[in-house]
């Protein structure tokens, strides 16, 4: 079946410790999004990639980083510089003609 | 002021009754509009999208779109508790990017 597969879904990490999340998609979309969910609060973005080996910043990209070698695959790694690093990640891809995305089940990080 | 705005909520209403979700967007150049749904600890997913004036109907779901006041809402009919949940808002503002609202939850109560 078509869709978006992100892991893991649950990550627990020390501070000071890189992780990196992946984002896979067999939908044939060119544009990938990474977004950020806080409890009770909305989606922010943090990178998004139009098309293979080019992205851009959203309005929260700092501490992350990411990289689109591949038109399937569009890996987040939260890096230590990311001072709050708990949240939900959502990655999602976009149809090119509605503009829809699809999201996939989401990442939940924990720092202990 | 925020590019997407939404009433957080929460909006309780009786099982069977009318919700009423409402949406306000600051960008005149935006195109598109998108209504999803997140349930607790769940990724959201698409209910409808709406691209002109007008209503449009799908099932017990209407999106409304007044492009002349900047407001988009979505009226869920026979509301039923399995619709608790936050109702996101997106809008695809000129320059093809997509912002969403900070969401308003719905409680239905039996």
């Known amino acids: 079946d078509g869709g978006i597969t992100q892991s893991p879904k649950y990550l627990f990490r020390k501070e ?15 544009a990938m999004y990474w977004y950020r969910q806080d409890p009770g609060q909305g989606l922010r973005l943090i990178y998004y990639s139009q098309i293979v080996n080019d992205f851009q910043k959203g309005d929260i990209a700092e501490g992350y980083s990411v990289s689109r070698e591949k038109k399937e695959s569009f890996p987040l790694t939260v890096t230590s510089a990311q001072k709050n690093p708990t949240a939900f990640y959502l990655c999602a891809s976009r149809v090119t003609n509605t503009g829809e995305l699809f999201f996939g089940e989401g990442s939940r990080l924990t720092v202990l | 002021q925020k590019e997407v705005e939404q009433n957080s909520g929460p909006l309780s209403v009786p099982e069977g009754a009318i919700a009423s979700l409402n949406c306000t ?27 002109s004036n007008g209503d449009k109907e ?20 026979d509301s039923q508790p399995s619709d608790s949940a936050t109702y996101l808002c997106a809008v695809i503002k000129a320059g093809n990017m997509l912002t969403f609202g900070g969401g308003t939850r719905l409680m239905v109560k039996p």
């Open chain 2, 58 to 77: 799908d099932g017990r779901f209407t999106a409304q779109l007044n492009k002349a006041s900047q407001y988009v809402s979505l009226l869920i009919r």
């Open chain 1, 16 to 30: 000071g410790q890189n992780v990196t999340l992946s984002c896979e998609q067999n939908l044939n979309h060119d």
């Open chain 2, 25 to 51: 967007y600051s960008d005149r150049g935006s195109q598109s509009f998108f209504w999803y749904r997140q349930y607790s600890g769940k990724s959201p997913e698409l209910i409808m999208f709406i691209y």
